[in-house]
């Protein structure tokens, strides 16, 4: 139910085989579908939203599909009748939930079903409306219009020649906002696929308010706005505090700001940085030259966790506050212009990374998406200048850093880096990262992303000395930064699981959920807190292998099994028990003999034929059915005509399934009936007679 950005191939078998059964599944519920809108609602999730997951249908997935994603890519030519997109929708959603596809994370059936419903009325307009089109479809239904043939590629050429003369009319002022939204973001040229994040482990919100509270943040931006209150104090004509109340809040919040001598609130840095996070938090505001404490924001100032993840929120904000220029002497660095992207991807990269992050990668990494951003050239020919340019950037992450320290979101310490981090290449293409580490790693160290320049093998060759000569600097989030993170990755539709939030999932949910997103260690974990909430053992494993055993999709379910056998520490046990299951025998015998742990002397006759038909049924799945299949067997060679008869002969329980096997087997290697004379003979080859 997810395949990666760039697996184009996977992607087009699986959809073709999805909706193929999904069109016969429509037909025998007599519920309306359009293949055509079915396979397009797909390619939305996979190629137009930052996660793919196809079995996940939030009310803004189902919003933007049909008021966007559509109305921009599927042409209905005047004449045609219409697709029922919102027809097809409720039916695909009505699907996963039947065929138990759909995520467990997502909201429930009825919540999907009104969203569609809340946008079904609006699809016809949106459809119709030219400001929503795409480029594509914009000249496509301009052609049509004027009765060009759009089928006919010489006739479209002609068109596209009229108006490259000036001889053809159209819309300018449409085209000009299409060209506008594409230049600008704002339309849906597919957006950029996001790694999942593996799975973390949290405390419980108590826990996490009870750490909040005690951030010395929290209580001084509480008592800041306690202190501007409903009334609000006086500023100056420049907005900033007057220094008698300056000084008055710097030992009442105890900032450590040195005020001797000071004549301008602007000279106290960290009081200047507090009211500047605390107006972005929405705590405070200044209104006609008074500072007042947000009548709304009573509620997050009474909630440490709250007010926690509210400032967190703002930190992203704090630009100017934190490494903004002091005066005109001064220049800011290169993060203060790349300070946002920034922050976002040194945050998601210690997000779930399993070992604190040395300083070298860290500072090497951003090193890179500088000289990406501002085209720096090699260091041989950089010089003094730029390398003052990254020392000046490096200071001023450092003072990031500093102040998520005392904020309380990041830790740091001095020590000896994980081994793992001599084997990471930050510097050109390649395998780069070791097993084991997030895939956002990757996005921002970059590993096989740009080309290596001639300098990559000395910061290489340094930063390696720099994590084998001794202590480094080490980074990683604390559980309250981890909270709040994870937050703002749900909120922008990133997949972030979080260990224990599948324990009320229904068998089939949970099972594909831990085969999709999770490691094995997060899947022991995971799988054991479901059993310790569905009472008996030996009750909840029957829903377990139910849930294998009714999957219809043959390749889902030997994933499903296979979480059984590698999460549960009595595994292959549980599977030798299940050897005699005749419903799951083809998964049990498939899944020990690919471990080694079944060998093929220790098999029946009837069981090699069980998992030889498995295979075949897997083999058509992973083709995508159809076309893809035939295809797929033809490829196997002529001697593939004896397995699949073999198969065919077996006990499998998928009976559809061999039927489905039975067909495309004749279609792939037809049967040519013998030619004989009218005497009986073969007739020899080249000889003419009739067909």
Same mark, same amino acid.
């Given at each position: ?16 085989? $999805? ?58 030519? *005047? ?75 010489? #006739? ?37 696929? /996001? ?5 973390? @482990? ?15 943040? @929290? #209580?001084?931006?509480?008592?800041? /706005? ?85 400032? $967190?929120?703002? $930190?992203?904000?704090?630009?100017? =506050? ?9 220049? +800011?660095?290169?993060? $203060?212009? /790349? ?16 070992? *604190? ?66 084997? @990471? ?13 997030? #895939?956002?790693? /990757? ?29 480094? +600097? ?51 974990? +995971? ?107 033809? =490829? ?56």
């Amino acid at each position: 139910m997810t395949f990666e950005a760039d697996a184009g191939e996977e992607f087009e078998a699986g959809c073709e085989l $999805f909706v193929d059964r999904l069109v016969r599944w429509a037909e025998e519920q007599r519920l309306p579908v359009d293949a055509f809108l079915a396979e397009a609602a797909l390619e939305y999730r996979h190629e137009g939203t930052v996660d793919g997951r196809l079995g996940l249908w939030e009310p803004r997935h189902v919003d933007e599909l049909l008021l966007s994603w559509l109305p921009e890519r599927v042409t209905e030519l *005047p004449g045609e009748e219409p697709g029922d997109g919102p027809g097809t929708v409720r039916t695909l959603v009505r699907f996963l939930h039947a065929m138990r596809l759909a995520d467990p994370r997502g909201p429930v059936l009825e919540e999907s079903l009104a969203a569609v419903d809340a946008a079904a009325d609006r699809y016809p307009a949106a459809m119709e409306d030219p400001s929503r089109w795409g480029l594509a479809k914009f000249w496509t239904m301009t052609a049509a219009g004027q009765g060009v043939d759009v089928l006919n590629d010489a #006739a479209m050429q002609r068109f596209a020649d009229r108006v490259q003369a000036g001889e053809a009319d159209f819309e300018q002022h449409t085209l000009d906002a299409i060209m506008e939204r594409r230049l600008t973001g704002r339309g849906l040229a597919g957006a950029v696929r /996001a790694e999942p994040q593996l799975p973390v @482990v949290l405390p419980p919100d108590d826990e996490l308010r009870r750490r909040a509270g005690a951030s010395a943040v @929290v #209580a001084q931006l509480r008592g800041l /706005a306690e202190w501007a209150g409903r009334d609000g104090r006086a500023v100056t004509g420049a907005g900033r505090l007057r220094m008698a109340d300056a000084r008055a809040l710097v030992e009442a919040l105890g900032t450590g700001d040195k005020t001797e001598g000071v004549r301008s609130s602007a000279d106290l840095p960290r009081l200047g940085l507090l009211v500047e996070w605390a107006k972005k938090a929405r705590l405070v505001r200044v209104v006609k030259g008074r500072l007042y404490a947000v009548a709304k924001a009573r509620a997050v100032l009474a909630d440490p966790l709250r007010l926690w993840s509210a400032a $967190f929120d703002a $930190f992203f904000e704090l630009r100017q =506050a934190l490494i903004g220029a002091r005066s005109g002497w001064h220049m +800011e660095s290169m993060l $203060f212009d /790349a300070y946002e992207a920034v922050l976002e991807d040194v945050l998601n990269t210690l997000y779930s990374l399993p070992h *604190p992050m040395p300083w070298p990668h860290l500072r090497d990494s951003v090193h890179l998406a500088y000289r990406a951003r501002f085209d720096i050239g090699s260091d041989s020919g950089a010089g003094l200048g730029h390398r003052m340019w990254f020392d000046h950037a490096d200071r001023d992450l450092h003072t990031v850093l500093d102040v998520l320290e005392d904020f309380g979101a990041i830790e740091r310490e001095h020590g000896t880096a994980d081994p793992v981090f001599l084997d @990471v290449d930050l510097s050109g293409p390649g395998d780069g990262l070791p097993p084991g580490l997030p #895939a956002e790693l /990757a996005e921002l160290l970059g590993a096989g992303g740009e080309p290596r320049d001639e300098d990559a093998d000395a910061r290489d060759r340094v930063r390696r000395e720099e994590l084998a000569a001794g202590p480094v +600097e080490l980074i990683r989030l604390t559980e309250l930064g981890t909270h709040a993170l994870r937050r703002r990755l749900l909120v922008a539709g990133r997949d972030a699981p979080l260990v224990g939030e599948l324990a009320q999932a229904p068998a089939a949910g949970l099972l594909g959920v831990l085969a999709d997103d999770y490691n094995p260690d997060s899947a022991r974990t +995971e799988l054991a807190g479901w059993l310790a909430a569905h009472g008996a053992r030996d009750a909840a494993l029957r829903q377990l292998t139910d849930a294998v055993a009714v999957m219809v999709f043959r390749t889902r379910a030997q994933a499903m099994l296979d979480v059984l056998l590698t999460a549960l520490p009595d595994g292959e046990r549980l599977l030798r028990g299940l050897r005699g299951d005749a419903r799951l025998a083809p998964l049990v015998l498939s899944a020990l003999v690919h471990r080694d742990l079944l060998l093929p002397a220790d098999m029946t006759d009837g069981e090699h034929l069980l998992v030889l038909a498995e295979s075949l049924l897997q083999l058509v799945e992973l083709a995508g059915g159809g076309t893809g299949a035939e295809e797929a067997l033809r =490829a196997q060679g002529p001697e593939v005509r004896d397995a699949l008869a073999a198969a065919l002969d077996s006990a499998h329980p998928d009976r559809a399934g061999l039927e489905e096997l039975r067909r495309l087997g004749h279609r792939a290697f037809p049967v040519k009936a013998a030619r004989r004379s009218a005497k009986g003979r073969k007739r020899r080859p080249g000889r003419p007679g009739r067909r």
